[in-house]
């Protein structure tokens, strides 16, 4: 191509004008796509803060001697079976779930889908309503015992709060005064009020949860 066909051929380019706009046209925009599948490298341990409670409640669950709740595991080592959920982990969701104020096993099970820290205890174990409710009732008054002495470890460590406390889904004022709770030495009344705040609300509200109806 000869220099005066170059030139020919930017003239025609410049004599070239854009698209006007109408002011019918609609704007291009970048609109969200809320379907469309995405891989992304996240790693749960990043997602909770070093300083949650929720690690305070797991480090102190890990210091429990659980052998009695594992007792009655038929799935062990060498033979077949569907294993079950870690015991520590369904402990440590119900006294978390106490110190945030939750007494119902199916909003439990709704936060571990929806909450972070509750995902982080399940560390991609699945749980559901059925499941908790019928580790909190299989275990009868041996677990709620544990889980009233944990909760009042909790709440001398002021970690946990009986301000807040869960009874037929609803946040109650704990009966005893915020002066006891000043007091550490006084565990005898901490712990009768730390009875009324992890121990479930009412066995019909489970066993609602395990038979799925509403609560």
Known sequence: MTKNEDQELFDDLSRQSAPERTSAAAARLRTAERRQVALRAVCLDDLVPNDHRVRMVWRFVEGLDL????????????????????????????????????????????????????????????VNAKTLADFRVGHGAALEQLLVDSFTALTTAGVASLDRIAQDGVRVRAAAGAASFRRHSDTGGMSRGSDRGARSPSPGSDERSRRGKPA
């Open 67 to 126: 052998t009695a709740l594992l007792v009655g595991i038929k799935a062990v080592e060498g033979r077949p079976g569907h294993p079950p959920a870690d015991p520590r982990i369904l402990l440590a969701l119900w006294l978390y779930a106490t110190i945030e104020g939750v007494a119902s096993a199916r909003q439990v099970a709704r936060l571990c889908d929806e909450h972070v820290a509750f995902q982080w205890l399940c560390g991609g174990v699945g």
